[in-house]
């Protein structure tokens, strides 16, 4: 009886071992990660600083987060860790806003486009905001869109962009 005991030991011990390694086989790996990362920023790993990479879980989807500086600028990516698709991402200037590199190519109508429709809404002139942000979120309530953020005068807007079809999800402003 003890020799069947000791076998299923051994057999649990092996499935629960390769299950896991299946698992994180599947990953491409918080290197893999890093190097998408690097590459879409147009940066050498020699241009690189101060680098982050954690993996965790966000609305059933497993991600590497990714944060890096480098030429003077702070970098966040968010990668899916199966696909290796970049999910978000953002990069600031140090205490500056927030810039983009324009996605018109994936399919999307890109941050700038995204800015002027919020811009056109809002009434407020390119020239007079002050704070601007930016970021493109491709899980959002299973559409992608642009969250833009900025500030005229002593108000606050946020808008939610559709990032295929240009439409206004969602808006808000408060007034400080």
């Excluded at 994936?106 to 930016?134: D, T």
Aim: overall charge negative.
């Amino acid at each position: 009886m003890s020799q069947v005991r000791n076998f299923m030991f051994v057999i649990s011990f092996f499935l629960v071992f390769s299950v896991q390694a299946a698992a994180s086989a599947a990953y491409i790996g918080g290197t893999e990660a890093k190097s998408i990362a690097f590459q879409h920023a147009g940066l050498s790993e020699k241009e690189i600083s101060a680098v982050s990479v954690k993996q965790y879980e966000k609305r059933g989807i497993r991600l590497y987060d990714i944060t890096f500086s480098g030429g003077g600028v702070k970098y966040n990516y968010e990668i899916d860790a199966v696909s290796g698709e970049i999910v978000e991402y953002e990069r600031r200037n140090e205490g500056r806003a927030i810039q983009r590199t324009d996605d018109s190519s994936q399919g999307y109508i890109g941050f700038e486009k995204a800015k002027s429709i919020a811009l056109v809404h809002a009434n407020v002139p390119e020239n007079e905001i002050r704070k601007y942000e930016a970021e493109l979120d491709r899980h959002h309530g299973g559409r992608a869109v642009y969250e833009i953020e900025f500030d005229h005068d002593r108000t606050e807007y946020e808008y939610d962009i559709d990032a295929e079809t240009g439409e206004i999800v969602r808006w808000e402003s408060e007034y400080d």
